[in-house]
């Protein structure tokens, strides 16, 4: 069997090379695009059109406009840290993952008193996820390092999702939850939307599968009907049976996302118990595969204002004033 020549290598090692400077080089550029212009950027890359930000329609376009124009309250539940207190207080902390502490770094102390599993999560962005199922098989040091890595990440770069700027960076260290098979559980994502003229919301339903293996995605009716959302390359296309908790999800899903035109409630269904995993305003970043443009724009119909847009009343051209003219 033949090796590798010298100048394989070399030309394998001058690629790795290129590629790490031409992306250097685009972040360099990119870093000076304001948000607006960089969001529709990266949609013409996805969708080859730009999207319409200054007249928003479609499920896709209405979500890249709350990434650079978000209301300020999405900061504090994007905070997987400071989510937590609005969940205990909107519907019960039997609803949140067991938190075995949080921290900014990682010490010995915390690292020998954390349990044998466990999840090492970033609270300031989507993607700090470690599940550890055997604590022996990092070092202090090795999760420290990973840690550090994390909190050092700017995720609103990133992401340009700007209502992830303001969050404090921390490290959370929860329960590992694992199904009757020894796997990390679906997630079970609720799409609420809310309309000025309807009380209850409509939802709809992703379940996501083998999300660390074989990645998949399904939708669901509250009544528990496969529906059509996403390109189908993306699905599997078989019902899978109606979780035994479906109804009390639907109803901690509603609750949580009261007061929003939309919202996403990621919970966790598993052993007979509802977990809430996290809300989310902005999913997939405005960049969803939807099966056609028609199924966009039908998901686009559903987010509707709740409330109108304030207007100051003008200032009138004398003012009355109060008191006396003084000499």
């Known amino acids: 069997m033949s090796g590798t020549s010298s100048d394989d290598r070399g ?41 319409n930000l200054n007249n928003p329609q479609t499920f896709n376009e209405k979500i890249c406009c709350r990434r650079f124009d978000p209301e300020p309250v999405y900061t504090i539940l994007s905070d997987k840290h400071a989510v937590r207190d609005y ?11 067991p938190c075995h502490g949080h921290t900014t770094e990682l010490t010995p102390e915390l690292y020998q008193a954390l349990p044998e599993s466990f999840v090492m999560k970033g609270n300031h962005g989507s993607g700090f996820n470690l599940l550890v199922r055997d604590k022996h098989t990092y070092s202090c040091q090795q999760l ?71 990645f998949a995605v399904d939708y669901y009716d509250v009544d528990w009907n496969l529906v059509e959302v996403v390109q189908e390359k993306f699905t ?28 996403r409630v990621d919970l966790y269904l598993t052993a007979g118990h509802v977990y809430f995993g996290e809300i989310t305003f902005t999913p997939t970043g ?35 004033m109060p008191w006396p003219d003084i000499e």
């Open 11 to 51: 030309r394998t090692t001058l690629g790795v090379l290129s590629g790490a400077l031409a992306r250097k080089a685009r972040r360099s550029v990119t870093s000076r695009v304001n948000d607006k212009l960089y969001i529709s950027l990266v949609y013409r890359r996805e969708f080859g059109r730009f999207p």
């Open 87 to 97: 969940v205990a207080a909107t519907v019960g902390d039997e609803y949140l993952i």
């Open 144 to 214: 420290a390092g990973i840690g550090r890595h994390w909190l050092a990440a700017d995720y609103y770069l990133v992401s340009r999702e700007s209502h992830y700027r303001r969050i404090q960076p921390r490290l959370l260290f929860e329960k590992l939850l694992l199904d009757e098979y020894d796997r990390p559980p679906m997630d079970f994502k609720f799409y609420c939307f809310r309309r000025p003229d309807r009380r209850d919301p409509e939802i709809y339903i992703e379940v996501v599968q083998d999300r660390f293996t074989d």
């Open 236 to 263: 599997t296309g078989r019902r899978l049976p109606k979780p035994e908790k479906l109804d009390e999800a639907i109803e901690v899903a509603k609750r949580l996302s009261e007061g929003f035109d939309f919202a």
């Open 286 to 320: 405005g960049l969803k595969n939807f099966r056609t443009p028609a199924h966009d724009r039908w998901w686009g119909q559903l987010m509707q204002p709740l409330r109108k847009p304030f207007t100051p009343m003008p200032y009138p051209e004398t003012v009355d």
